[in-house]
């Protein structure tokens, strides 16, 4: 059907637009500003990753005594069910504490440029310890960090053998390190859009070519692109018009709190939207429940357009085209207490 069509064009000596090369060209402008994810983890440098290591790291993601009330893991708010959040407006840590600002996904969170909504991690170890430490995420202070492993005999030889050589293994910062290459496994390939990527052109639906088209041409790939369509670079939230207190209090003033610069209030990392189907609510305060309203509030926003109904569903179904192959992680065993293990502070 195709040859039929195109033959007379060509023997015209016609160039005009076609299917096909409408086609092409879309795949070849997305390749120019997105890299499909990879099939096989990243490696974080001076971290080498080693089976035992990832074992580790997978054990203390999982553990509730990382945190004092032996009741909050990593996986508590960072749920490898949900899309590597919680699905929650902000989360509830130690005693039902709040935080500020909704949890981010750790899925593909190897590939941000930075972490936290404000950066004020360079990277993934440099961010475990974070929470642990948090008075109001695990509110372990680091020396009960230690003590708590310690006091569980199996973590001696889980940890001699993910840091051999090392005399006194069990620290802080070799949690954080087997944290981290565990966290690297956290990648989710094979979206329809890395595969369109990739070269198969039909990966995507006609509509969600739309939305993808759409997406660059209004110049939502200005701040969401690379290889996590975000993640990338900071930006204010509120370019061109401020989305109202619900969405943007007046008390978080974003990496204003780690720079100090004043042009940098209400100024966040942009997140990726790797699986945002998967990862409501939206925005750092966690208040859009709706994709679609989180569409419509950034081309308001970020762009100062008005999108209408039907470039909004079909950017948001481009967006469902961003949702990969989930990780397959196998619950891992840990190692019981002992009589003297520390207690919990619940
Ligand atoms: C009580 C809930 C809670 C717990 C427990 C928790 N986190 Fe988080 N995590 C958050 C919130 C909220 C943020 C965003 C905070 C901010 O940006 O200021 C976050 C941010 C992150 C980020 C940054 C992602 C990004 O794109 O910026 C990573 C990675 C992460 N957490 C990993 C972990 C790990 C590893 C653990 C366990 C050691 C953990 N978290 C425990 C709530 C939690
Ligand atoms: C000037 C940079 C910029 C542009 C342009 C931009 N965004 Fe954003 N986007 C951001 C920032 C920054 C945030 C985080 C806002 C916050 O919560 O503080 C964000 C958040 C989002 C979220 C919420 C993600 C989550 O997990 O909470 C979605 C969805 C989104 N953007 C989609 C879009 C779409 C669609 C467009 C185009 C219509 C667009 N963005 C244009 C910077 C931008």
Request: hydrophobic share 40%; glycine share 8%; net charge neutral.
């Amino acid at each position: 059907m195709r040859k039929k069509i195109l033959v007379p064009f060509l023997l015209l000596g016609c160039v005009v637009t076609f299917p096909a090369f409408a086609q092409n060209d879309l795949m070849a402008r997305a390749r120019q500003q997105f890299q499909p994810i990879p099939t096989t983890p990243p490696e974080l440098p001076g971290n080498p990753a080693t089976p035992e290591k990832i074992e580790l790291g997978k054990m203390l993601y999982f553990e509730p005594r990382l945190s004092a009330s032996h009741a909050i893991s990593c996986n508590s708010c960072h749920n490898i069910g949900l899309g590597g959040a919680d699905g929650l407006p902000t989360s509830i840590g130690h005693r039902w504490q709040h935080g500020g600002r909704n949890a981010p996904t750790v899925f593909n969170a190897v590939f941000n440029k930075a972490q936290f909504w404000d950066g004020r991690a360079k990277d993934l170890e440099q961010q475990a310890s974070g929470p642990i430490v948090n008075p109001v995420e695990m509110a372990s202070p680091v020396p009960h960090v230690v003590e708590q492993l310690k006091g569980i005999p199996g973590y001696k030889e889980a940890f001699a053998k993910a840091f051999p050589n090392e005399a006194d293994p069990i620290t802080l910062s070799n949690v954080t390190k087997a944290i981290a290459v565990f966290e690297a496994t956290l990648i989710t390939p094979n979206a329809p859009f890395d595969r369109f990527l990739k070269g198969e052109a039909d990966a995507l639906s006609p509509k969600q070519k739309e939305g993808l088209a759409l997406f660059m041409d209004k110049g939502c790939s200005g701040c969401h692109n690379g290889i996590n369509v975000g993640g990338g670079m900071y930006a204010p939230f509120g370019v061109v018009e401020k989305p109202g207190a619900g969405f943007l209090p007046p008390n978080d003033k974003g990496r204003f709190m780690v720079t100090k610069t004043p042009s940098d209030e209400y100024v966040f990392k942009v997140p990726t939207l790797r699986n945002v189907v998967l990862t409501a609510p939206y925005f750092h305060t966690g208040r859009a429940w709706d994709l679609h309203q989180a569409v419509a509030v950034m081309g308001a926003s970020q762009l100062g357009i008005q999108l209408s109904d039907d470039e909004i569903d079909k950017i948001t179904a481009f967006l469902g085209s961003l949702t990969g192959d989930q990780p397959k992680v196998v619950y891992p065993i840990l190692p019981p207490n002992v009589a003297t293990t520390p207690q919990p502070q619940p």
